[in-house]
Nanobody, 126 residues
Framework: QMQLVESGGGLVQAGGSLRLSCAAS????????MGWFRQAPGKEREFVAG????????YYADSVKGRFTISRENAKNTVYLQMNNLEPEDTGVYYC???????????????????WGQGTQVTVSS
């Protein structure tokens, strides 16, 4: 089992920034691709950003391109999501997730991930 613990959420005004962190334990972190997803009230969970095990390849939802940056530090078993120029539409619970690196499945798909954190709330006020 892999445990994932998110932190860094909070309340911020539109145009502000937050940095989310996700600490992993229990498995070899570098063997997993990592993703960030979010879920707004009444909506389905959606892909935000993903990063391959090496940290070289990153992927983003169109809605966050140019504003969010995903990164990872394998030595610290941690993945980050830097969120800039936040908008009210970014409000939701943000989850990090882990997907086995060798598994051939879309990095943007919820069903591709084996492990999930409990989530951290991000609220952006207008």
């Amino acid at each position: 089992q892999m445990q994932l613990v998110e932190s860094g959420g909070g309340l911020v005004q539109a145009g502000g920034s937050l940095r989310l962190s996700c600490a992993a334990s229990g498995r070899t972190f570098s063997s997993y691709a990592m993703g960030w997803f979010r879920q707004a009230p009444g909506k389905e969970r959606e892909f935000v950003a993903g990063i391959r095990y090496s940290g070289i390849n990153t992927y983003y939802a169109d809605s966050v391109k140019g504003r969010f940056t995903i990164s990872r530090e394998n030595a610290k078993n941690t993945v980050y999501l830097q969120m800039n120029n936040l908008e009210p539409e970014d409000t939701g619970v943000y989850y990090c997730a882990a997907k086995l690196a060798f598994k051939i499945s879309p990095i943007s798909a919820v069903g591709s991930y084996e492990y999930w954190g409990q989530g951290t709330q991000v609220t952006v006020s207008s």
